[in-house]
């Protein structure tokens, strides 16, 4: 069983509409959760980090954990042609070993 | 253009070339590392340096042998590649082998083909 678990997609939405992102993970050790985001071409880039169960917003982003189902997600809200990339969802257990995801490819069509 | 900048962009060798990968980080951080992005796969940690030391090989072949001379520069020197190696190879930074509060800074990769 892989440590964690990402459906790859692709997803294809229009713009505007709310896009949700997920991840499942099985290690109960894992405490740092993060979202990265890479555009082709590109590397990952850091876009939101979380250590507790609840939700953190910026901007138009929202990260929610949910440590007692172990599973993530990420919403893009009123998304933009800007947010086509793939994201990776990301984390960190108790002895700084970092396991990602296997990245989710989202494209917003104008 | 992020803080941790990788040379080249772009790399085709042979299976019997020898060449090295390049990467720099401007960000004043003491962990650096070395990960193999593959499609369909989960980033593949191969190499991580603090304080310009090894501290984890993550049994990758010997063909992979990273080098850090300083806190600022790494390398990862290639031989004797096999085609399944083609993949981006990907340099990263963090303020301390923890991955600190922001994690990862990753540089654009270099893109590995190898024939």
């Known amino acids: 069983q892989k440590e964690v678990e990402q459906d790859p997609g692709p997803l294809s939405v229009p713009e505007g509409a709310i896009v949700s992102l997920n991840c499942t993970y099985s290690?109960?050790?894992?405490?740092?959760f993060m979202w990265y985001r890479q555009y082709s071409r590109k590397g990952p880039e850091l876009l939101m980090y979380?250590?507790?169960?609840g939700n953190k917003e910026d901007g138009r982003f929202t990260a929610q954990v949910d440590k007692s189902s172990k599973y993530i997600s990420l919403f893009i809200r009123d998304s933009q042609p800007s947010d086509s990339a793939t994201y990776l969802c990301?984390?960190?257990?108790?002895?700084?070993?970092?396991?990602f995801g296997t990245g989710t490819s989202l494209t917003v069509i104008p | 253009e992020t803080g941790v900048t990788q040379t080249p962009r772009h790399l085709v060798m042979g299976m019997t070339n020898k060449k090295s990968l390049k990467c720099e980080q401007h960000?004043?951080?003491?962990?650096m590392y070395w990960y193999k992005q593959s499609a369909k796969k989960p980033l593949e940690l191969m190499f991580v340096y603090s304080l310009e030391e090894r501290v984890e090989n993550n049994s990758v072949p010997s063909r992979f042998s990273p080098e850090c001379p300083n806190s600022s520069h790494l390398f990862l020197h290639l031989h004797t590649l096999q085609p399944e190696d083609s993949a981006l190879y990907l340099c990263?930074?963090?303020?301390?082998?923890?991955?600190?509060?922001?994690?990862?800074?990753f540089g654009s990769g270099t893109r590995l083909t190898v024939v």
């Open positions: 290690n109960s050790a894992f405490q740092y």
């Open positions: 979380t250590y507790s169960s």
């Open positions: 960000l004043g951080h003491n962990a």
């Open positions: 990301a984390m960190q257990d108790t002895g700084n070993q970092f396991y």
């Open positions: 990263a930074s963090s303020q301390d082998r923890a991955g600190g509060l922001y994690g990862y800074t």
